[in-house]
């Protein structure tokens, strides 16, 4: 028998899918996953030595044959995060599969190929592989977002990134803004979930006040907001858009449990923008990020940006400092590194390492509100950026106050509790994993 290029790569969507139950999840379903495989067990994909582990969205959607594309002229919002178990691109794999009319590619920040760096984007142009036409997103919402989808002649948008569970990482911006424009411009939605590489078992941090919006931030939500991309869309939905929801569908994970961290989950972890290597760093960034808004390097340049912060001049007395608070999960050790690119490039930095070693007690935040406090005590070169990016990061000009009038880390994370709570209350609400 003769298999085609499209029956081939049409297989793959299936890869991993038998026995997986079907799809669930219109707007506003929830409900728990199903458990994860015994380890050490057959795989369900009989290859061997592979253990059960969680399916994605997509994969379950692939075993439910499509499904919710029947009939529909679909377009895709990913990046190179969207892909099965066996490390094909879903864009491949939809487009060899004759059940499914895959008619564009849309990129979000950093691109569909995710070779941009922050702020950037790759335009728009034409897929080589497929020959689909590439629309670019970043930057557009509302109406000129909708304008695209209407161009692109979709019906439905599908929606299949990694994120990593920071307010102000622009992924889940994205999919608002894309949520807005398709209800705008008469199409549905369908957002193929996929893991919260920490465990997203709380919110943490500031929430956003709304003067302070911005694409690193557009509603009021926790700085970790502890929720999966199809949670903060059923969210988004419920509470943001509720004057214009989208026809949203969510298709829901099996097998993943919150609490579980990524290394659990079997699946690959695909850098999801230049500066994320590893889910080591997704676990560190919702805190170390906030050295964006300062004159310190975030450790982009390096080969462990955001577990490494530091700037010319500074010696061991801020790891000294920084230790010595005795925040659970973390240590701060002295560290020198010399970023390539980005701030201090190509010049010798001290500063600190994060080394966390429980990650069920390490609060992302904490650390990273500790390591500002402790910053400005130990180094007097410290300084905000002139622009107070800070204040688009932590949602309001909050810590960056109480940082200069020198509280401590307690004080600082007991001023945002009572908003931190009140949206513990909403997200709970749309939780569809326990």
Known sequence: MTVT?????????TVGSAGVAGVSGLAGTAGAAGAVGSAGAAGPDGL??????????????????????AGQRVGVVTNPTGITADARHLVDVLHGDDRVRLVAVFGPEHGFRGTAQAGGSEGPGRDPATGLAVYDTYGKSGQGLADVFTA???????????????????????????MRAAALAGKAVVVLDRPHPAGGLRAAGPVLERPYASFVGREPIALAHGMTAAELALLFNGEFLRDAPVRLHTVRMSGWRRGSFFGETGLPWVPPSPNMP????ALAYAGTCLFEGTN??????????????????VDRRWAEAADAL????????????????????????GGVRLLVHDREAFDPV????????????????????????????????LVRRMVDAGAGVEEIA??????????AAVRERYLLYR
């Open 326 to 349: 005795g925040l659970p999960g973390v240590w701060f050790r002295e560290a020198y590194f010399t970023p390539s690119f980005s701030k201090h490039a190509g010049r010798t930095c």
């Open 152 to 178: 692109a002649g979709v019906d439905t948008v599908v929606f299949d990134i990694q994120d990593v569970g920071a307010r102000f990482y622009t992924y889940i911006w994205t999919l608002y803004d894309c």
């Open 5 to 13: 290029r499209r029956e081939l790569l049409g297989l793959a969507g």
């Open 278 to 281: 590893t889910p080591d760093t």
């Open 366 to 397: 904490r650390a990273g509100i500790g390591l500002l406090v402790t910053a400005r005590r130990a180094w007097s070169g410290f300084a905000w950026r002139e622009d107070h990016w800070i204040d688009r990061l932590t949602g309001s000009d």
């Open 296 to 313: 310190l390097s975030e450790g982009r340049g390096t080969t462990t940006p955001f577990e490494v912060l530091g700037a010319e001049g």
């Open 48 to 69: 061997p030595g592979l253990t059960a582990r969680v399916r994605t969205g997509f994969e379950r959607l692939a075993a439910d044959g499509y499904a919710l594309l």
């Open 414 to 423: 007991g001023a945002w509790a009572v908003g931190l709570a009140r949206f």
